[in-house]
């Protein structure tokens, strides 16, 4: 059986912060998009009386276009692949932290019962269920901090794919720079063909 991936769209600054630093940061879900969602994990903090919720997504599904546009819509944004056994001994032992996939609901299902206030930083609506979420939680009942550096090994980092809206001129440049940070230089780095695919197009010239 092969390794298991989670994946994590973000932008070359924030890669260039992982590579360099050796860390995730998680941070505070008032800055998500989805405000359903960003209730929902502050409504877990009020409720189980904690000082701080910070948070970091990533996802198992693999590579979709709505991912590219809503998590990486630049083209500075990239794709981590993750080993997840990795990832998972990096978290292990330390307190606060947990790791555990998004339970997408309908409205209707949670009409008539109430949810129990543990599971309110790992549920989504049904809408989002594509997203195939995996959700990093740290949490503190005294610590009031607005980021949370977690250590982890480079070699938990299997690839790095750049932005198909990165000009193709650019990317050798970009390669070379991730390559020369100080235990890079064997870091997979390449451009997704998703928006743009050779073979693809080569087929569709040859149709009769």
């Not at 769209?9 to 360099?20: G, N, V």
């Not at 996939?101 to 309110?120: A, G, Q």
């Not at 930083?121 to 550096?149: C, D, G, H, N, Q």
Request: hydrophobic share 35%.
């Amino acid at each position: 059986m092969g390794d298991v991936h989670f994946f994590r769209y973000t932008d070359l600054p924030s890669l260039i912060h992982i590579l360099k630093n050796r860390q995730l940061t998680l941070l505070d879900p008032m800055t998500w998009d989805d405000k359903n969602d960003s209730s929902f994990v502050t409504l877990y903090r009020e409720k189980s009386k904690l000082a701080s919720v910070l948070a970091l997504c990533f996802t198992r599904s693999q590579e979709t276009y709505h991912h590219w546009r809503i998590f990486a819509p630049t083209s500075s944004g990239v794709r981590i692949t993750l080993n997840e056994q990795s990832l998972r001994n990096s978290i292990d032992g330390i307190d606060g932290l947990q790791l555990m996939e998004v339970e997408y609901v309908k409205l209707e299902d949670i009409r008539s019962t109430k949810l129990p206030r543990h599971r309110l930083p790992f549920i989504k609506r049904y809408p989002y269920r594509a997203e195939s979420e995996v959700r990093l939680l740290w949490e503190s009942e005294t610590e009031e901090m607005l980021s949370y550096a977690l250590p982890i090994e480079l070699n938990a980092i299997r690839q790095v794919t750049l932005s198909p809206w990165l000009h193709p001129a650019l990317v050798e440049s970009v390669k070379s720079s991730l390559k020369a940070i100080d235990g890079c230089s064997k870091l997979t780095v390449h451009r997704t063909t998703l928006i743009s695919n050779d073979e693809w197009l080569k087929h569709g010239t040859a149709a009769t």
